[in-house]
Antibody, heavy 122, light 106 residues
Framework: QVQLQESGPGLVKPLQTLSLTCTVS??????????WSWIRQPAGKGLEWIGR???????NYNPSLKSRVTMSVDTSKNQFSLKLNSVTATDTAVYYC??????????????WGQGTLVTVSS | SYELTQPPSVSVSPGQTARITCSGDALPKKYAYWYQQRPGQAPVLVIY???ERPSGIPERFSGSSSGTTVTLTISGVQAEDEADYYC?????????FGGGTKLTVL
């Protein structure tokens, strides 16, 4: 059974960089049929896709966040990471990491982490 | 990028049928997926490839597609189905979620 677990600071100061890591267990992050994604959800609001990273290190980002986002993968640790710079209060949200299955035209999230709340405040 | 539009809320009585729609210009060319999210929990996939149901999801959940609209149907709604539901679609350049629909079981 694949499991994902987010880790990182729960409080970040404005204009600093939010850094989160997702540790994958029960399966290899190097499997070729999955993207590794970050999704966030402000309190009381909907899901927002932040971006994805492939095992090769290639990335796709949400155009609205692209200028501030960097994602990477560490296959030796079975982890992938998110960095979001110049954060403001609007970046306060629960951040989820998730595995995105893909095959042809088929893309969906089959495993999710439990989510971690990140608050941006001084 | 493209958008997916859902109604903010749907209300039904127990035992009735709930229908939640998701509209988007790209949907005729892409599959849609549906997730159920209960308060304080991560989303769970309930429909994939427009109308397929993952193992472990009750048969009362079904999906359909017509043109630019996909629909999640929950037949014989139960109290435990009260949750937020999100549609999602994707391609090689990225993923988009609908705004979500809160299903209230009266």
């Amino acid at each position: 059974q694949v499991q994902l677990q987010e880790s990182g600071p729960g409080l970040v100061k404005p204009l600093q960089t939010l850094s989160l890591t997702c540790t994958v267990s029960g399966g290899s992050i190097s499997s070729g049929r999955y993207y590794w994604s970050w999704i966030r959800q402000p309190a009381g609001k909907g899901l927002e896709w932040i971006g994805r990273v492939y095992t090769s290190g290639s990335t796709n980002y949400n155009p609205s966040l692209k200028s501030r986002v960097t994602m990477s993968v560490d296959t030796s640790k079975n982890q992938f990471s998110l960095k979001l710079n110049s954060v403001t209060a609007t970046d306060t949200a629960v951040y989820y990491c998730a595995r995105e299955h893909f095959s042809g035209y088929d893309y969906y999230f089959d495993y999710w982490g439990q989510g971690t709340l990140v608050t941006v405040s001084s | 990028s493209y958008e997916l539009t859902q109604p903010p809320s749907v209300s039904v009585s127990p035992g009735q049928t709930a229908r939640i729609t998701c509209s988007g210009d790209a949907l005729p060319k892409k599959y849609a997926y549906w997730y159920q999210q209960r308060p304080g929990q991560a989303p769970v996939l309930v429909i994939y490839k427009d109308s397929e149901r993952p193992s472990g999801i009750p048969e009362r959940f079904s999906g359909s597609s017509s043109g630019t609209t996909v629909t999640l149907t929950i037949s014989g709604v139960q109290a435990e189905d009260e949750a937020d539901y999100y549609c999602q679609s994707a391609d090689s350049s990225g993923t988009v979620f609908g705004g979500g629909t809160k299903l209230t079981v009266l």
